[in-house]
């Protein structure tokens, strides 16, 4: 069963996210409060704990939203899923924009271990449908949007 492992914001872009108790998701926003929110098609970013743990083999001591990600999965494989896909979340209805994103900027981890899993395994979504959503909250596939 897929579920979030954790929730993370940040004040501004191009830092490390700080993981907190819970979010409020807002229609066509994104995340209350977090920097990236806005109206755009990368409101929300996700990541995996298994793309994390990649990281951490390879030496680094690095955890949920070091990479940026606003949220920390676990049990689904979010590159797997084609555009379009929708996830619930509690209340919350996400459909996923992206797979992956371009780094035009070396980050802190690329330096320190040589790569970065966000830009290979990181999606985003967009909020259809607003919520709070927190640790622990289960992931449904909904399935590709019919457009």
Known sequence: MAH???VCISE??????????????RENHGIVGDAHAGDWHRQVS????????????????????D??????????????????TRLQIGK?????TQIGKECHTRCAIFYQ?????????GIFVKVLQGGSIGQGDTI???GESEQ
């Open 4 to 6: 979030v492992l954790a």
């Open 12 to 25: 501004n872009k191009g830092e490390r996210k700080k993981p907190v108790e819970s979010v409020e998701l």
């Open 46 to 65: 996700l990541l995996a704990q298994e793309s994390i743990d990649k990281m951490r083999a390879l030496g680094l001591d690095v955890s949920a939203g």
């Open 67 to 84: 990479f940026a990600e606003n949220i920390t999965t676990s049990g689904i494989d979010l590159v797997s899923l084609p555009i379009g």
């Open 92 to 96: 919350a209805l996400l459909e996923v």
């Open 113 to 121: 271990a040589g790569d970065c899993v966000m830009p290979k395994e």
């Open 140 to 142: 449904l596939n909904m």
